[in-house]
């Protein structure tokens, strides 16, 4: 299946500070990619879907100047976390879609972000 | 409103027996894809199966199934043979072509006993 790299796996950062998650098709070319945020023994929330070239869509009460989206290229895509608080520790997880047809995702390995 | 709903949070089966996850779903779109994604506990989330709505054969991966009964909205996955390496999260979900969404259920966490 398609591969999709995500980086830094896990990151700690003090509260106040801006952190950036990049999310990578490896062999594939992804024009949507997808921004999860998960919290323990919880379902995957979706947060953005990040379209190459245009601007992100944001989920209903999510902060888009807080969680800054970009996908400037056909196999990346990047949140930033500005002026992070303990509040959004948090694993963020970015996924890719292949085709719209079938829907299929395929999921990076996640980033575990700490913010003291 | 498409829905998706899980309703074992937890379950546990021994090692080389068989185990049945629950999903139900609801959704008013025609055409739509079924999927459960397995999350083990190095959390990158995998593509375990994947059913057509429009195809009436469940899908099947090995010893991984599904019981996908469209009229009851519903679509079960059996794992057979069960090995330790399926103790995981497993999430079922939906998507429609239509409106590009995906919804995810609560999930169930499987441990495979030794």
């Known amino acids: 299946g398609a591969v999709v790299s995500q980086h830094p796996s896990w990151v700690i950062c003090k509260s106040g500070t801006s952190v950036k998650i990049e999310c990578r098709s490896l062999?594939?070319?992804?024009?949507?990619m997808f921004w999860y945020r998960q919290f323990p023994k919880q379902s995957l929330m979706l947060m953005a879907t990040?379209?190459?070239?245009?601007?992100?869509?944001?989920e209903q009460g999510v902060e888009k100047d807080k969680f800054l989206i970009n996908h400037a290229s056909l196999t990346l895509s990047t949140l930033t976390v500005t002026s992070a608080h303990p509040e959004d520790s948090s694993f963020y997880i970015c996924?890719?879609?292949?085709?719209?047809?079938?829907?299929?995702?395929?999921f990076g390995e996640g980033s575990r972000l700490t913010v003291l | 409103a498409q829905t998706v709903t899980q309703s074992q949070p937890e379950m546990s089966v021994q090692e080389a027996e068989t185990v049945t996850l629950s999903c139900t779903y609801d959704t008013s779109e025609n055409n739509y894809y079924l999927f459960w994604y397995k999350q083990p506990p190095s959390r990158q989330m995998i593509l375990v199966i994947r059913?057509?709505?429009?195809?009436?054969q469940n899908a099947t991966e090995n010893r991984f199934s599904v019981n996908f009964q469209k009229a009851a909205k519903s679509f079960s996955l059996k794992i057979s043979d069960s090995q330790l390496g399926d103790t995981a999260m497993y999430f079922c979900?939906?998507?429609?072509?239509?409106?590009?969404?995906?919804?995810f259920g609560t999930g169930t966490r499987l441990k495979v006993l030794a």
């Open positions: 990040s379209n190459e070239g245009s601007k992100a869509t944001y």
């Open positions: 059913q057509e709505a429009y195809k009436q």
């Open positions: 062999d594939f070319q992804a024009t949507t």
């Open positions: 979900a939906s998507y429609t072509s239509g409106t590009y969404k995906y919804i």
């Open positions: 996924s890719a879609r292949v085709t719209s047809i079938t829907g299929e995702l395929f």
